[in-house]
């Protein structure tokens, strides 16, 4: 089995921080990519960006120059500093991680159970 655990969601005025953190655990081969997808309410799940290992970090348009991902490969761990948060940012952020559990494996993507951001004053 493979989980993916988040920390770090909570409640934060508008122009405020946050850091987000979600380690992958279990039986895993190689790690593919990780990174952040968010859901507002009403809305359609969407990609806040992605790390792909030794490839080009992507961000969602809304994000750049706010957010940043990053990762500890030794932890199986990504994270995400959020600065200038805005109430649009409001929204459940899920993890992702692309892995393969063995070397036979296919790629396969896992999700964490989410974590809620909320950005009000």
């Known amino acids: 089995q493979v989980q993916l655990v988040e920390s770090g969601g909570g409640l934060v005025q508008p122009g405020g921080s946050l850091r987000l953190s979600c380690a992958a655990s279990g039986s895993i081969f190689a790690i593919h990519s990780m990174g952040w997808y968010r859901q507002a309410p009403g809305k359609q799940r969407e990609l806040v960006t992605t790390m792909p290992t030794g ?29 200038s948060l805005k109430p649009e940012d409001t929204a459940v952020y899920f993890c992702n991680a692309e892995l393969r559990r063995t070397v036979l494996s296919p790629k396969t993507d896992y999700w964490g159970q989410g974590t809620q951001v909320t950005v009000s004053s």
């Open 55 to 83: 490839g080009s970090t992507n961000y969602a348009d809304s994000v750049k120059g706010r957010f940043t991902i990053s990762r500890d490969n030794a932890k199986n761990t990504v994270y995400l500093q959020m600065n």
